[in-house]
């Protein structure tokens, strides 16, 4: 059975910092894509950062020089590194993984990613 445990969410004042992990169990995260979402109140799931088997990154452009994602292969966990956080990453954030099929493609839509997450709650206070 595939479990992906997100931690490492929490309350904190605009620019600080937080560090989310994802470990996963069931599933080993090097031969996967993952991704970070992350959704508020009324709208949409949306990518906010990927990476492929291969090691590509990519991050949406209102968390660029912000946030970076990255994967310890031997802890079988992704990661989120969030700098200089905003009220406006306040949001639920998930991470999910795929199957890799290309190993260079981002999979930046929810339908792409087979497993998710429960979720982690970022609240950044102004």
């Known amino acids: 059975q595939v479990q992906l445990v997100e931690s490492g969410g929490g309350s904190v004042q605009a620019g600080g910092s937080l560090r989310l992990s994802c470990a996963a169990s069931?599933?080993?995260?090097?031969?996967?894509?993952m991704g970070w979402f992350r959704q508020t109140p009324g709208k949409e799931r949306e990518c906010i950062a990927g990476l492929t088997r291969t090691g590509r990154t990519w991050l949406t452009q209102s968390v660029k020089g912000r946030f970076t994602i990255s994967r310890d292969n031997a802890k079988n966990t992704l990661y989120l590194q969030m700098n200089n956080l905003k009220p406006e990453d306040t949001a639920v954030y998930y991470c999910?993984?795929?199957?890799?099929?290309?190993?260079?493609?981002?999979?930046?839509?929810?339908?792409?990613?087979?497993?998710w997450g429960q979720g982690t709650q970022v609240t950044v206070s102004s």
């Open positions: 999910a993984t795929r199957n890799s099929v290309t190993s260079t493609v981002i999979y930046v839509r929810v339908d792409d990613y087979d497993y």
């Open positions: 069931g599933r080993t995260v090097s031969n996967d894509d």
